[in-house]
């Protein structure tokens, strides 16, 4: 739900007030980053990814007219990574990059389920990943879900279905069961 807040920030920016657009950028920085870095963007590609979503979000802030404004958020960042990866066409290479510094990207101490659950996250394909990581990890509801993702809230229920499917085979192939 937009907090009231949230809307003066959007109207200020609008009104070319730079302050407002910099609560905006620290709201939902880690928001952006998070994200970015659960679907497969390397913590050396993130701030670089972090800077381009919000120099969209400041160019086009007057096209923003209806939704939630994390919704259309999630949807700049998403587009934003894919932009990414058809660019560098390595795809592969930041999956494997990722899976190799994951460790560094959750605190010391990080149970074993919880590391090889991130890992097994990580190796899922782009169209999984993405609806589980956005259901799971940020609770987002379904419906936007398939407003970030463009395609029918049906598609998403069954990409999630089969994304958990998946997710749980690599986890018992791993070693781990239901805890």
């Known amino acids: 739900m937009e907090n009231h807040e949230e809307k003066r920030w959007i109207h200020q920016s609008l009104n070319g007030d730079d302050e407002a657009f910099y609560e905006l950028i620290v709201h939902y920085q880690p928001v952006v980053e998070k994200f970015a870095r659960q679907i497969g963007v390397s913590e050396s590609d993130l701030p670089d990814i972090t800077?381009?979503?919000?120099?969209?979000?400041?160019?086009?802030?007057?096209?923003?007219?209806?939704?939630?404004?994390?919704?259309?958020?999630?949807?700049?960042?998403?587009?934003?990574c894919r932009d990414v990866f058809?660019?560098?066409?390595?795809?592969?290479?930041?999956?494997?990059?990722?899976?190799?510094?994951?460790t560094s990207f959750y605190p010391q101490g990080m149970s074993d389920y919880a590391a090889a659950l991130n890992e097994c996250l990580s190796r899922l394909e782009e169209k999984y990943r993405v609806p589980l990581v956005l259901y799971y990890f940020h609770d987002?509801?379904?419906?936007?879900?398939?407003?970030?993702?463009?395609?029918?809230?049906?598609?998403?229920?069954?990409?999630?279905?089969?994304?958990?499917?998946?997710?749980k085979a690599a986890m018992k192939k791993g070693g781990f069961t239901d805890e």
């Open 51 to 80: 800077q381009e979503v919000f120099i969209k979000v400041y160019r086009f802030l007057d096209t923003y007219s209806r939704g939630k404004f994390s919704t259309w958020l999630y949807s700049i960042t998403l587009n934003v």
């Open 86 to 102: 058809r660019k560098n066409k390595r795809d592969r290479m930041k999956l494997i990059k990722y899976e190799k510094e994951i």
């Open 140 to 167: 987002r509801p379904l419906s936007e879900i398939s407003l970030i993702m463009e395609m029918k809230e049906n598609s998403v229920k069954t990409r999630l279905k089969r994304g958990k499917e998946k997710l």
